[in-house]
């Protein structure tokens, strides 16, 4: 599962309070803080009920399975329900769509969940069981196109349904593992009436989906439905976007906006739950990528919320007194980690093998002074960064502390790169090396997002220090669509990225298993081997916290030593949050902060957030 909860994490989890007295640019500490309420609405605040959100990125889409980019999963949050919730103050689960938490049998393979009455599809059909059977088989199904969460429903053995009630069923797993308990939350659930009118998968059973033998060749019908499902509209066409949600989408341009307005007589509008609220009658997210345009948006009001601003701008904006009288701005902790990515298995697409020996990596670890990007990007408040060592966060209760980070040594990495074959046979200021009869020269595509002046002054930076060594850096800005897409398709040299993490401890499966490589899912670079699956294997299913905090550590050392990522640091997010809101939280996890609990304060009467729920 996409880092559920297991255990609390080792930073404090109390929930601070902040008004606008406090300095703007104090660092949270907390995993989630409050934002004090204004105690008016001033004259020169809209009293428009519409959030508009700043984002720097259209979605890759919106289809219920086949995504994996961040701003996809802040819309899903609005749009779709999910079995269960997570609690952003308690970093725990709590029942979504259920009555109560699971009940586990003492094999630690079957749990009993209780549906709960109400929810309803926006045609007015109830949200039964069948929706649930619908959602595992069409995630499972292996003609689905969602290969970056596939692997997270292999455990899953079959789902029953209780004859005498409808509303109860039983989750039964293949193997024991501690996430089973919580391993609905990160999916959002499908309407089988509107994803499968003719009820095609009920000819297939789930044990069937999970069957690595079962054969889809030549079954006609399972492929046209398949095509169907995965087809485009159901990611990107309003008409075929559907979802429990609060809000739907109205309308996407791409490259500009995203509209989402609330449903009318949804089934969740009395709901005590904060998941559940939906005070803004509109959220429009709005894409802008150019700093000094995002200031002046800023500056005239027009956004409310940020959470994907540069910190150039962040600090820019905080000099400003008029931005200070109408936002609340704060930099919080994240668990999000920012990498260099090195192509391991260049010779599936034809590129260059430059990257394919740990010699070399170390080599371009030793070379990229982490320090000087965190000062680039976040200056004064850089030491607020945590450098990355391995792929666990330094926050986290089963981070390895035995592992030192890495310091500068280009003496060392030029060894390493000799080691490795690498020189400079023409004195041109290239290192080259003769492979497979060919000499190439070592020049390098670093693929970054174009959506942040910070991912490019990175790129720039990096490109000049590896200069040094003798490596030729060739930065290359994408589109999201399209950097995912080369991620995914192997089709690069180096590529500067980020993962959104939780504090969840980890289940490395989805970046690590070479399942993951082969299938074209997350594991981009093609890190790992036998040895290592068994170990990600045995850390997904031992349920003794002590024994899979020690089996991570272990797995860590691996990451250490073999060098697949330059790990650079954890992120700081750089929060903006109008002040003619009420109800504003900011959370370690993703995605920050919440949309829909946020309340005018001209709307009477203002609840506050507390213990999960709106008291």
């Not at 595992?136 to 005498?164: F, H, Q, R």
């Not at 789930?206 to 019908?221: A, E, L, R, V």
């Not at 027009?302 to 930099?331: G, Q």
């Not at 997904?540 to 073999?562: A, G, K």
Request: charged share 25%; aromatic share 10%.
């Amino acid at each position: 599962m996409k880092r559920l909860f297991i255990g609390l994490i080792s930073i404090s989890i109390l929930t601070n309070c902040y008004n606008k007295k406090e300095s703007a640019l104090t660092p949270l500490t907390g995993v989630s803080s409050k934002i004090e309420d204004e105690r008016s609405m001033r004259d020169d605040w809209s009293k428009d009920n519409t959030v508009v959100v700043h984002t720097i990125s259209d979605p890759d889409n919106l289809h219920p399975t086949n995504g994996n980019s961040a701003p996809r999963s802040e819309i899903m949050l609005l749009t779709q329900r999910s079995v269960l919730y997570t609690d952003y103050e308690n970093q725990s689960m709590i029942p979504g769509l259920v009555k109560k938490s699971p009940i586990a049998l003492e094999d630690g393979l079957t749990y009993i969940y209780e549906l709960k009455t109400g929810p309803k599809w926006d045609d007015g059909t109830p949200f039964t069981i069948d929706d649930i059977l619908f959602t595992a088989k069409a995630y499972m199904c292996p003609l689905v196109n969602d290969p970056a969460v596939k692997t997270y429903w292999k455990n899953l053995k079959d789902i029953e349904i209780d004859g005498g009630n409808p509303s109860l069923f039983k989750v039964i797993m293949k193997t024991k593992n501690i996430q089973n308990a919580f391993w609905f939350g990160s999916f959002g659930v499908l309407q089988r009436k509107f994803h499968d009118p003719n009820n095609i998968l009920a000819n297939y059973s789930i044990s069937q989906f999970s069957d690595t033998s079962f054969k889809t060749t030549g079954d006609t019908i399972l492929m046209n439905w398949a095509n169907e499902f995965n087809s485009d509209k159901y990611g990107r066409d309003p008409k075929f976007l559907n979802g429990l949600g609060m809000y739907r989408v109205e309308k996407w341009e791409s490259g500009q906006f995203i509209t989402l307005i609330k449903k009318k007589d949804h089934w969740t509008e009395n709901s005590i739950d904060y998941h559940e609220h939906s005070y803004p009658d509109k959220i429009i997210f709005k894409i802008n990528k150019d700093d000094n345009s995002q200031q002046l948006e800023f500056k005239n009001q027009n956004f409310d919320v940020s959470t994907n601003i540069s910190m150039s701008s962040f600090l820019a904006l905080n000099e400003n007194e008029m931005f200070k009288k109408n936002y609340s701005s704060y930099l919080s902790p994240t668990f999000n980690y920012t990498y260099i990515g090195m192509n391991q298995r260049p010779q599936s697409m034809n590129r260059k093998q430059l990257f394919t020996d740990k010699e070399t990596r170390r080599a371009i670890a030793l070379s990229v002074p982490i320090d000087k990007i965190t000062k680039l990007i976040y200056g004064q408040y850089s030491d607020q960064c945590h450098q990355m060592i391995t792929n666990v966060s330094p926050l986290k209760k089963e981070f390895n502390s035995s592992l030192k980070p890495l310091e500068v040594d280009l003496k060392a990495a030029n060894k390493l790169l000799a080691e490795a074959n690498w020189k400079d046979s023409d004195n041109d200021g290239i290192l080259d090396k003769v492979i497979d009869g060919d000499k190439i020269n070592f020049e390098a595509d670093l693929n970054y997002l174009n959506t942040s002046p910070d991912w490019r002054d990175m790129a720039l930076l990096i490109s000049e220090e590896l200069k040094k060594i003798g490596i030729k850096i060739n930065p290359v800005p994408m589109e999201l669509k399209l950097f995912i897409e080369k991620a995914k398709s192997h089709d690069f040299d180096m590529m500067l990225g980020s993962w959104a993490g939780g504090s969840f401890s980890e289940d490395f499966t989805q970046l690590w298993h070479t399942n993951n490589w082969t299938n074209h899912g997350s594991n981009y670079c093609g890190f790992g081997n036998s040895t290592s699956d068994a170990l990600i294997d045995s850390i997904r299913l031992e349920i003794n916290l002590p024994r899979r905090d020690s089996l991570s550590r272990l797995f860590q050392t691996i990451i250490y030593e073999d060098q697949p990522y330059v790990f650079l640091y954890t992120s700081m997010r750089r929060n903006i949050i109008h002040r003619r809101f009420a109800n504003r939280m900011i959370f370690a996890d993703r995605p920050g902060t919440l949309i829909n609990p946020l309340r005018l304060l001209s709307i009477n009467p203002v609840i506050t957030l507390q213990n999960g729920i709106a008291p």
